[in-house]
């Protein structure tokens, strides 16, 4: 009997695909990576792998180290899809993937088997991973096979399915959004979503945030400490990398921070919409943000934004275990080594405003910057700077002088 090991989030389509790898055949290891779902219930997701048929369902905890390992050093890059996605799905799929891996070489599975399907990123990034890390293993995707669409060619199809055999799934006809989540955020996908005309942020049943219409009608304070560029604390409060994203979620999902409605380019080809929640994560993308005003270099800074981007196509695309990637990280903790300081944020309705901001390593020189009398800043000097910056226009402008 083949072995395989098999990403299990106990959504409908993982949940379709335990069942019929059963049926046809396999001994079927599921793996839950708990990524601190904020709204799975973890113990029912295990007995409904074991019920189905697997041979073995167990939890692997990966919270902290998606936090410390895979989004801080995302974060640290500024690095956003397209200037908006932070890619709490994204990050999360290289890790997965590694899980799944480790247990295949546990259990003596030739096989990894996902639920993410031929028209989507997640294959490209569960794939991806595999080949870097484990070469000879086999990736096996059902949505890619045609027996298997031929069988379920829609989500209608497959919540029959589950209907039939008694396999509880959230999803429903009647709304048959997908959605992923863990710690970073959820996202909310397909079914009515597809239908551009339809208000997505009123369609979904939001897990994370109130609307901010719904939020406080009084700003709420928080202020987020650095080191080297990794937070560390909330209000003063030091914690794990865990718990400080889960704290930041409390505090902006109650305030309605953190929602987005995008269209975006997958990297198949064709446009997606998506709809997430990232309440803690956008206050620390502002955060690092303001913090990095007082103490980056301007050129680093801007070096950093020219390649952020990239860094943001890598990640989404699936290219996180890569030698670019490798080197890519480890120049923005050489860059982040002065990122030090706090930064405290007004929360209102959805908005982020800046409070106060300081560090020992500030770069920020109020005798430099003040635009009164007197400071040590010499405005004499800015004569010869301009008449140097200026000197190839000049030349340019005796060889071809422009019309005015």
């Known amino acids: 009997m083949p072995s395989c090991v098999l990403a299990y989030s106990g959504g409908l389509d993982t949940s379709v695909i335990l069942s019929w790898l059963r049926d046809e055949g396999y001994d079927l290891h599921a793996v839950y990576v708990d990524l601190g779902q904020p709204c799975e219930d973890r113990e029912a997701i295990l007995k409904k792998a074991r019920d189905a048929g697997a041979a073995s369902a167990r939890l692997i905890d990966a919270r902290e180290e998606l936090c410390r390992d895979f989004a801080f050093p995302v974060l640290q890059w500024q690095a956003k899809y397209e200037s908006i996605y932070l890619l709490g799905t994204s990050i999360a799929r290289p890790l997965i993937a590694k899980k799944c891996l480790q247990v295949a070489r546990e259990v003596g599975a030739d096989t990894f088997v996902h639920g993410a399907t031929g028209k989507g990123n997640d294959q490209c990034r569960f794939q991806l991973a595999a080949e870097a890390l484990e070469p000879g293993i086999q990736v096996f995707t059902p949505w890619r096979r045609k027996p298997f669409r031929d069988k379920f060619p829609g989500r209608s199809e497959m919540i029959a399915y589950c209907n039939q055999r008694n396999i509880p799934v959230k999803a429903s006809v009647s709304k048959p959004y997908s959605s992923d989540e863990n710690c970073l955020h959820i996202s909310y996908e397909a079914g009515k979503l597809e239908d551009l005309t339809v208000n ?205």
Do not use: C
């Open 200 to 404: 997505g942020v009123e369609l979904v049943e939001f897990g994370m945030t109130v609307s901010p219409q719904q939020a406080p009608d009084q700003i709420e304070k928080v202020t987020v400490a650095f080191e080297a560029g990794v937070p560390v604390s909330v209000n003063g409060q030091k914690g794990s990398a865990y718990e400080i994203v889960q704290k930041l979620n409390e505090i902006g999902g109650r305030n309605g921070v953190g929602r987005v409605d995008m269209v975006e380019n997958r990297f198949v080809g064709m446009k997606s919409r998506g709809v997430y929640e990232s309440p803690g994560m956008t206050i620390l993308y502002e955060a690092l943000r303001l913090l990095e005003q007082i103490t980056l270099d301007r050129e680093l800074m801007h070096l950093r934004d020219r390649l952020a981007p990239e860094v943001a196509e890598m990640v989404y695309y699936g290219f996180w275990y890569a030698p670019k990637m490798d080197a890519l990280f480890a120049f923005i903790q050489q860059a982040h080594r002065t990122v030090t300081g706090e930064v405290s944020l007004n929360l209102y309705k959805g908005n982020l405003m800046v409070d106060s901001r300081q560090s020992p390593y500030s770069l920020y020189d109020e005798g430099i910057a003040t635009m009164e009398g007197g400071g040590s800043y010499n405005q004499d000097d800015a004569e010869g700077f301009l008449r140097i910056q200026g000197l190839p226009s000049r030349v340019q402008a005796r060889v071809t002088p422009r019309s005015y």
